[in-house]
């Protein structure tokens, strides 16, 4: 009886339900359009043996109320579609989930149309603060998982560490070395299959034993970044011969790991993994320039190192080092005036370009979140007692390889 009460819940609205998008057009919308997107597995309530497919999003807002307007306006549309989510609210959060019921629980064109118009209506509330909130549970969660697993390691429970690991990398959202992890956890499970069967030695055994605590170590050890200095600064001129010399002087010294777009960065890598890769630095020289405040590239940069200190001025402050490579006067309401007129009008441009020519909305979004952090990031830029001129170079850099000493131990 249960079960169809709970079956009834699920609207069988047309006689002939819609095909499943195929996994070659689903993947190109996602990648192209609905970026923000994902295609989350779960077994269906009633009957577990089934699974269940849903198009899965999660939208931040500034305040609750915020998000009870929105569901308001997306309700007015699902049932004009008609079409319904599955969705959860969490203070600022709403986690939503698409699929289309009266097909079985398949992806349609039905989800695609919902999750359109729900991107079209979040707009007005803009895109500047997605996922900030759920970038700092998933780094939370990432932490925990790992000191059990080194926990469950030292205390010699292998098949229990790898069982975390795999819940580790169950996780949505991004994990660093994901396929080496999961080549990592297969080789593991072989591993038991092999014991199991008494197919090993005690020597064997005994080695391969300490070769996958060793795999353990090194995976847990790739989740840190402490001890690595990043670079964020604008190329060209006299601002990057600074940054050039300052590389040198450090890389020489061998006592930390540089890492620097124009070393680090292979051919043909994606610049923006690199630009993220950044944002989740423990130490970062950033060198101010009038270049570097007007580049996309240096500014979201910065943007992510302030998202990844949960939008905290002062949890910034322990992540970057500023220098001024050229003078700044960010105290001046003139210099500041202009700095903001010219992302208000790049904003203005790339809504123009995804309006009216479909361009990358990705860019547009990163535009969108540079311009929300400024009035934040500017000011405390200014505030913030920054090494300049004859300061940064003098003696070799030793007052910044000091600083660096003290903040990294």
Known sequence: MESTDLESRYPKNFPIPPDALSPEKLDLILKQELIEWKVVHSPLPENPFIERAELYREFIFRDFQQVLEYMQKVGAICDLLPHHPRWENTWTSLKVYLTTWDSVHI?????????????????????????????????????NFVREIRSLKDSGNLEKAFNTLNLLVSQPGEIRQRQQIVD?????????????LQQLSDGEMQSRTKEFQQKLDAITHSFETRGRIFFSYAWGGDREKVVDELYESLAADKEFELVRDKVSLGYNSLISEFMKEIGRGSFVIVALSDKYLRSENCMFELYELYRNSNLEKEELLKKIFPIRVEPLN?????????????????????????????????????????RFSLTELLPFLNDINTMSGELITRNAFAPIKETIRKRLT
């Open 107 to 143: 992806i349609s064109y039905k989800d695609i149309m919902l999750a359109r118009h729900m991107e079209k209506l979040y707009d007005a509330y803009g895109h500047n603060l997605v996922d900030v909130q759920a970038g700092i549970r998933l780094a939370e969660g990432q932490k």
């Open 184 to 196: 990592a956890i297969q080789a593991f499970n072989a591993f038991q299959q092999s014991a199991r």
């Open 330 to 370: 960010l105290s001046d309401p003139q210099v500041l005036k202009d700095y903001f007129s010219f992302w208000k009008a790049r904003e203005e441009e790339w809504k123009i370009l995804v309006n009216e020519y479909d361009a990358d909305q990705k860019k547009y979004r990163m535009i969108q979140a540079i």
